[in-house]
Nanobody, 123 residues
Framework: QVRLVESGGGLVQAGGSLRLSCVAS????????MGWFRQALGKEREFVAA????????RYGDFVKGRFTISGDNAKNTVYLQMNSLNSEDTAVYYC????????????????WGQGTQVTVSS
């Protein structure tokens, strides 16, 4: 049973930064893809970023535009999302997700999800 626990959300002013963490447990993740998605109030879930534990694969949503960086620490089974230059449109619940093998940006490709962490950007 895969378990994902996110942390690091909170309230930040526009232009500020946050780092989200996702700790994974329950199995070996060496062949998994880990992703971050977000869902704003009244909107559909949106792809933010993904990384393969095996390395060599990183992908970002178009809106990121160099502001966010996804990284992983295999020894800690932890995936990070460093978010810089935040603006009010980044306000959302951010979810960590996992799936075996490689994945597209479609949330339906990911079978395991965390509970989410709220990010609120004040203008």
């Amino acid at each position: 049973q895969v378990r994902l626990v996110e942390s690091g959300g909170g309230l930040v002013q526009a232009g500020g930064s946050l780092r989200l963490s996702c700790v994974a447990s329950g199995r070996t993740f060496s062949s998994y893809t880990m992703g971050w998605f977000r869902q704003a109030l009244g909107k559909e879930r949106e792809f933010v970023a993904a990384i393969a534990w095996s390395g060599g694969y990183r992908r970002y949503g178009d809106f990121v535009k160099g502001r966010f960086t996804i990284s992983g620490d295999n020894a800690k089974n932890t995936v990070y999302l460093q978010m810089n230059s935040l603006n009010s449109e980044d306000t959302a619940v951010y979810y960590c997700a996992a799936t075996p093998g490689l994945a597209t940006m479609d949330p339906a490709d990911f079978g395991s999800w965390g509970q989410g962490t709220q990010v609120t950007v004040s203008s």
